[in-house]
């Protein structure tokens, strides 16, 4: 029996060739299918979490717009440099606030020297007067036994 197979293969009976190509894109076109079919279920299966997603989203909204108007944060009159000034002031920031200038409605801050805790009560003074930052970058250098801050952020509306 093998030796069939072999001289099937070397193509020395009549027909083995066409047998072996015939085989060959038999399997070609098996593969093709099964492929096709994996990628078409891989492609159901995103639609359906994204439908998951958008109905989740659909959700929020609507509980957003049930909320009565005094749940709401009214944040169109926050003046984002006055609240900024107004918190420099309180954590006495003071000649550490190296630049603050507008960026559309939001302000761009860098504060040097900054302390872990100053940091976390400038992020708490901020947010609970109605503004939060919107992006930032810090870097961290050494100081003794501590580590300061230098803080890069855009601040501004929530």
């Known amino acids: 029996m093998i030796e069939n197979l072999r001289s099937i293969l070397r193509g020395e009976i009549s027909g083995s060739v066409k047998l072996v190509a015939l ?6 076109l098996w593969f093709t299918v ?17 439908q998951g997603r958008f ?17 709401r944060r009214s944040t169109d009159n926050v003046d984002v440099a006055t609240v900024f000034a107004q918190v420099s002031e309180t954590l006495s920031l003071g000649s ?7 960026d559309g409605q939001n302000q761009s801050v860098e504060i ?14 901020l947010y609970s007067r109605g503004v939060s930052v919107i992006a930032a970058e810090l870097r961290a ?9 230098t803080l890069s952020a855009i601040i501004g509306v929530k």
């Not at 109905?55 to 749940?71: A, F, V």
């Not at 550490?96 to 507008?102: C, G, Y």
């Not at 250098?141 to 801050?149: D, V, Y």
């Open 23 to 28: 085989s060959l894109i038999a399997l070609l």
């Open 55 to 71: 109905r989740t989203l659909l959700l929020l909204g609507d509980e957003y717009k049930r909320l009565s108007p005094t749940q």
């Open 141 to 149: 250098l050494p100081a003794g036994n501590e580590r300061l801050f």
């Open 112 to 125: 040097n020297r900054l302390y872990a805790e100053e940091l976390t009560e400038l992020q708490k003074q």
């Open 34 to 50: 099964w492929t096709l079919h994996g990628i078409n279920t891989d492609s159901e299966n995103s639609l359906t979490s994204q």
């Open 96 to 102: 550490r606030v190296n630049r603050i200038t507008p």
